[in-house]
Nanobody, 123 residues
């Protein structure tokens, strides 16, 4: 069974940092682009960041550019999202996902999703 499992979420004060991880099991995703999305209560799921299969290309939403960094370790079948300078508006459930690519910014393109991890940023 294919699974993507996120971890690393939690409660942090504004200005703080968190590092999310997403470990895959059941198959290898080394040829897949990986993405992070988030969904706040009452809002649609939105793109945060994505990374190409070999890590050579990354994309970020304007709202997180300069604060978040995506990376991946294909040997560990894991993708990471380092989140710095967190703001209350970053509060959401964060999801990782995998897509055959190459386009990786569109929610509807993704085949596999994790269950999400809650990130709460207090002011």
């Amino acid at each position: 069974q294919v699974q993507l499992v996120e971890s690393g979420g939690g409660l942090v004060q504004a200005g703080g940092a968190l590092r999310l991880s997403c470990a895959a099991s059941g198959r290898t995703f080394s040829s897949y682009a990986k993405g992070w999305f988030r969904q706040a209560p009452g809002k649609e799921r939105e793109f945060v960041s994505c990374i190409s299969w070999n890590g050579g290309s990354t994309s970020y939403a304007d709202s997180v550019k300069g604060r978040f960094t995506i990376s991946r370790d294909n040997a560990k079948n894991t993708v990471y999202l380092q989140m710095n300078s967190l703001k209350p508006e970053d509060t959401a459930v964060y999801y990782c996902a995998a897509v055959p690519g190459p386009r990786c910014t569109v929610v509807a393109d993704y085949d596999y999703w994790g269950q999400g991890t809650q990130v709460t940023v207090s002011s």
